[in-house]
């Protein structure tokens, strides 16, 4: 089974070069590394001195502007470039913890015939807060499991969670199933990954496909990323309407402080409290973002370029 990677990246830094190279050494190793690269000048200053198209034959490079890019039309571009029957859209951010890391998610991608896409674990970086641990870990749990419509009820918006940090694709079935949705301004994968259960498609998480990826985000940040996921939720209610959210937040925010009480971290509730509050803030601005004035929505989110 031929397998491609598909990496976005804007103003890369030499955590990706790692990243590559740990792609190049994978058990299952891809055919093609397809990047792309949101302005040129960042890549080759990255690049600056080095031989890199001789020393990574398997990558290729696309450039495009920060003003074309979009989260779900750049990849659906590089699947397009993409001659594997499964492709692997992952972040220039993140990092395989091991060498098996494509092997297990096309094994969990191929274990039922009836599943679209699989994901990997995410780990928390060395630096990451206990708050940052503890989500990651409440996210992305040690056991894997498979999510399709009769979960609905049970898990309700988690049904429909993916992440294309690292996900693998059955090329066929995105065709079929029509790519990712053009110009969105975040959850390109929960978006496809909600089209897929809706057509009787299956999601896996696979828990032994693991990377490193976490952020230390700020109140600030935590904002503008929550006001981009509440305008990405209002503007596909086909998803995510009469599937609440909030209450999944509410018992994430619940779990973390006893978390911390147990942990005998009492004081980081005061940050959970405020990175808590920023975030239903931006998204509650978020999901009415069309009430609000235009240079406010700017002001408001992560990806100003989307409103361009």
Not at 250 to 258: E, I
Request: hydrophobic share 35%; proline share 4%.
């Amino acid at each position: 089974m031929k397998v491609d990677v598909i990496i976005p990246t804007y103003k890369p830094e030499d955590r990706f070069l790692e990243l590559i190279k740990r792609l190049e050494k994978q058990t299952l190793k891809p055919e093609r590394i397809i990047i792309m690269n949101t302005e040129e000048k960042y890549f080759e200053k990255l690049l600056y001195g080095t031989d890199f198209a001789r020393e990574h034959p398997e990558v290729e490079v696309h450039h495009l502007s920060k003003r074309e890019f979009d989260h779900g039309g750049t990849r659906n571009t590089g699947v397009s470039h993409s001659s594997g029957d499964v492709f692997v859209c992952m972040t220039h951010d993140c990092l395989p913890a091991d060498s098996r890391l494509l092997e297990e998610l096309v094994r969990a991608l191929t274990a039922e015939e009836d599943i679209a896409v699989s994901y990997a674990r995410q780990l928390p970086e060395k630096d990451s807060g206990e708050i940052e641990r503890y989500t990651r870990q409440y996210n992305y749990p040690e056991e894997s499991c498979v999510k399709g419509k009769d979960q609905l009820p049970e898990m309700g918006i988690k049904t429909y969670f993916c992440s294309n940090v690292c996900a693998a694709y059955k090329k066929e079935v995105y065709r079929n199933l029509g790519g990712f949705v053009k110009h969105t301004i975040f959850n390109e994968d929960m978006i496809y990954a909600a089209g897929a259960v809706q057509a009787g498609w299956k999601i896996a998480y696979a828990a032994d496909a693991r990377v490193y990826h976490s952020h230390n985000y700020s109140c600030a940040d935590q904002f503008h990323r929550n006001f981009d996921n509440g305008v990405s939720q209002a503007s596909h209610p086909e998803v995510f309407s009469g599937i609440p959210a909030e209450s999944e937040g509410m018992k994430l925010v619940k779990m973390t402080a006893s978390h911390l009480f147990a942990v005998h971290k009492p004081w980081l509730v005061a940050k959970l409290i405020a990175a808590s509050g920023a975030k239903y803030m931006g998204f509650l601005l978020g999901k009415h973002y069309n009430s609000l004035p235009a240079g406010l929505v700017r002001a408001c989110s992560m990806n100003k370029d989307y409103w361009r």
